[in-house]
């Protein structure tokens, strides 16, 4: 009773009673050491504090702040994220591009599909960028340290917004697909991933990234290079925009164009300004001059 009254740890008082009991002597002279006298109120509070942690996927409150726990995916990508900005020499170019011939094709080719099925202008332009590779394959590529991979597949990893997030999953072979076939698989892909029903498999890293951000009215950025990944095409909101007339003839000065604008980002180790600059060209001639992919 004596040591609970102090405040002292009955297993830090050495006992001098018979068969090493403590005795009443013993908890009168005890002093305790710094550690304990210091520390361990300190290590209560710890424990407290630990005991009051939320669990995993729980908002953490504390004053004027909020922390959130964030899941093994989403470190994961901060940190392949982090690494790719450090190491790789990104640059970057972009073009912009005139849409009415596209959307004038794909007007005529969802007419001939049930609504659910139509095509979207994204899909579209992942098979432009598709056959831009087949021109340019150099962009189609990876660094490997001390050789670069070029692929014979265009395998495209999509982002999806879920959530607050983002994931990629990868689109197979778009070059040697046609249009309703890279649709569907685009659209099941979308619903899985809001669904977070997605497999391993289907979120693995393609040879090329594209990111739409044009239904956010986002008009141009520059994403990441994903590693090993060569290149990534960011898609702007596709909007009118005035330009210059194209007829000299015409009395008219300017010219409404539905437009958007794209943005190539490059590892520089694999694919040099020249490179990069023919593959926009060619993809630019596709979304321009759409009939040409059927060439």
Request: glycine share 6%; aromatic share 6%; net charge negative.
């Amino acid at each position: 009773m004596l040591a609970k009254t102090e405040g002292y740890d009955l297993s830090a008082i050495a006992g001098t009673g018979p068969g090493g009991r403590i005795i009443a002597a013993d908890v009168k002279e005890f002093v305790p050491s710094a550690i304990t006298a210091v520390e361990a109120p300190k290590a209560a509070a710890a424990a407290a504090a630990a005991s009051a942690t939320p669990a995993v996927g729980q908002p953490s409150p504390s004053g004027d702040f909020v922390d959130y726990p964030l899941s093994e995916q989403a470190l994961a990508i901060a940190q392949g994220l982090t690494v790719s900005k450090q190491t790789v020499p990104h640059y970057y170019l972009t073009v912009d591009l005139k849409l009415e011939k596209l959307l004038k094709v794909r007007e005529t080719l969802n007419e001939g599909l049930p609504e659910d099925e139509h095509l979207s202008l994204s899909d579209m332009l992942l098979k432009a960028a598709a056959i831009a590779s087949e021109k340019v394959p150099d962009v189609n590529a990876s660094w490997m340290d001390t050789f670069v991979r070029q692929y014979n597949s265009f395998d495209v990893n999509v982002m999806v917004g879920v959530g607050d997030g983002l994931v990629a999953p990868v689109v197979r072979d778009v070059g040697r697909r046609g249009l309703k076939a890279i649709s569907s698989d685009v659209k099941a892909l979308a619903s899985s991933a809001q669904a977070m029903e997605l497999e391993p498999h289907q979120v693995e890293t393609g040879t090329f990234t594209v990111t739409n951000l044009g239904a956010y009215g986002v008009k141009n950025f520059a994403p990441i290079v994903r590693m090993p990944q060569a290149c990534a095409l960011a898609i702007g909101a596709a909007e009118e925009r005035v330009i210059p007339k194209e007829d000299p003839d015409s009395e008219e000065i300017y010219q409404l164009e539905t437009m958007l604008s794209a943005t190539l980002s490059c590892d520089h180790r694999v694919v040099d300004g020249a490179v990069s600059a023919q593959w926009l060209a060619a993809f630019r001639g596709l979304v321009e001059n759409p009939l040409t992919m059927l060439l």
